[in-house]
């Protein structure tokens, strides 16, 4: 029995073992392939890689493609993102947060990319990429609904998936629209405006513009220079201006 037991074991580790060998291999032979094409023909060889790995590996390896495909040229973020996406939709947010990660300063862009490619996935990858860069969630918002004006629902729940605290101030926003409103720009300047009013603590103080008067109207008389000799005493304890 203890000789069964061991032999259950050992036969265990062996496939565990073949597993972790073949799946290096296999990132081994990804990232050579990737070496070997020309930069411009990498983003379609990156999709292709993705389409090609099995369910199991495909969140993973969509990962390592989107970081080997960026590594001689980040520039070529939207357009790998936008590659894999239209192959396989179901990893464009994958490929969107991947991106986003390396890529902060583009948050938008590959966004637009990803939704265009994959509209279907528009609330999934406006939380992916929102999760990488919270504090741009309205850029990456306005991004998605550049592409799907009439996805707002979508959008936003995207947006509060991945920033919760906004949550009850987009309900709010919504509820004034009685749950149609015309557009993400519009939700989220409503959203603005609570917030600051509020507390301010989610979006910054609100910036106010600058104060309008009536036009300086310059005095009438002709101006004197005032000497001892023209001026009057003024009796102690100042001047009483209230009367007449």
């Given at each position: ?7 259950v074991?050992?036969?265990?580790f062996?496939?565990s ?36 790995a ?82 741009d ?22 947006v ?6 906004l949550?009850?101030?987009i ?8 749950g149609?409103p ?9 959203t ?47 001047r ?5």
């Open positions: 029995m203890k000789k069964l037991t061991l032999f074991l050992v036969g265990l062996l496939t073992w073949s597993a972790l060998c073949s799946e290096t291999n296999k990132i081994d032979s990804m990232k050579l392939a990737l070496a070997r094409v020309p930069a411009a023909e990498r983003p379609a060889k990156a999709a292709e890689i993705v389409k090609l099995t369910t199991r590996d495909r969140t993973a390896i969509t990962i390592e493609v989107v970081r080997d495909a960026l590594a001689p040229n980040p520039a070529a973020a939207s357009a790998v993102v936008g590659a894999i996406a239209k192959a396989v939709p179901e990893m464009a947010p994958v490929a969107a947060g991947a991106a986003a990660q390396l890529q902060p300063g583009l948050v938008a862009e590959i966004a637009k990319t990803a939704v265009a490619a994959a509209p279907d996935q528009v609330e999934k990858i406006v939380t992916a990429v929102c999760r990488v860069v919270p504090k969630y309205r850029s990456i918002a306005l991004a998605a609904a550049d592409v799907l004006p009439g996805s707002v629902k979508e959008i936003l729940r995207g509060v998936a991945a920033v919760p605290d949550k009850p101030i309900e709010n926003a919504l509820s004034i629209y009685q149609n015309p557009s993400v720009t519009v939700v989220l300047d409503t603005g405006r609570q917030a600051n009013e509020s507390s301010g603590a989610i979006l910054g103080p609100v910036v106010r513009g600058p104060t309008l008067a009536p036009p300086y109207i310059p005095p009438s008389q002709t101006s004197t220079n005032v000497t001892p000799s023209t001026s009057g005493t003024v009796p102690r304890g100042g009483n201006y209230s009367a007449p």
